[in-house]
């Protein structure tokens, strides 16, 4: 038999469970333990599509926050246009994004609005980006170049922290398209074709005028001619002749004894430097000259004598020759005599007299 249920603890445990229930509920949708968030918002001139509220927010590749509201922003604020007319900011959209207070700076509230300015100065601008892969999209802030990337014009005080939105990559890639299609729309086709046309007419008028057939024809005449030329050339002539050349001078070089010729003219030049001393001697008087009516009469003078001098050179030169080479004999035997008496100094009175020399004889 089996035991009766107690359907008045089972009810009571249903009543304490749902209001538990309820009073978490209450609890979180009040916001008790909910973080504590600084909001800051952007506007967007373009389709955001893929983009949805929890989607993430990231600063240079960092996950910071994620994106809470998204909407028109008729909605937010009055930009009302003219009377029977739209405002230009009706297409715009607003996205209101969150980040954790333990990601900012410790610093208040006008601090961090100077410093949001000043990062806004530098560059810092919100993209809207998609996932390559799962194709969700995601807001990324970065630093680009300011110049390029200028702030949207608004016309309201932002209820939150205002950083500027920039065109996303896929955006910016579309315009720069569109240019280039549009410039390519602008061009005249026609006009291009029949310009084109007036070219290649030009160039066959100008071919034909040319006569290339003619020109061919005498260049290959030309070509022709030269290889008969050459043809007539008895060129194995030409190369035993230069061959023969080449011997001759060689023969020649060798026949001219070149180290002798050059012994010869170093002699030659110890010679003029010998004779331009001795003329400098000659030529120094000890007396000085009274004027210069005798300077005639001694240039006359020194003339003469250099001819006498040179022609007594030039004919007694073997006598001198011979005189020189017995003279440096005599030095020689001197020599010898003095290192002999040096070495045996008894030999000057013991010793048998010398042969007589062969200068003497």
Known sequence: MGIKPNYFKIGLF???????????????????????????????????????????????????????????????????????????????VIVLCSVPRENLPGVSYEQRVSYLENMVSRGLRIRLTSNILTGQAYLQADFLDPDRFQTLDIGWQPEHLYIPSAPSELMTLKDSVDKVLYRLQEIDVDKLVVAVENVLASLDTAIANAQVGDISKEARELLAEARKQIEKLDTEKLSLSAQQTLTSVDRAVADANVPALSREIQNLIVEVRQTNANLQKLLASPEPISGPSNLPEMIARLNKTLYRIDKLISTEKPQIEVMLANFKEISDNLKRLTENLKQHPSDLLFSKPPPPSETLK
């Open 14 to 92: 249903v009543i304490a469970g749902s209001v538990l229930i309820l009073t978490a509920v209450v609890v979180l949708g009040a916001g008790l333990f909910q973080q504590d968030k600084a909001y800051f918002e952007t506007y967007f001139d373009e389709s955001i599509s893929g983009l949805s509220e929890g989607s993430h927010v990231e600063f240079r590749g960092v996950r910071i926050g994620v994106v809470e509201e998204i909407s028109f922003i008729g909605d937010e604020y009055d930009v009302l246009g003219p009377p029977a007319g739209i405002s230009k900011y009706e297409r715009y």
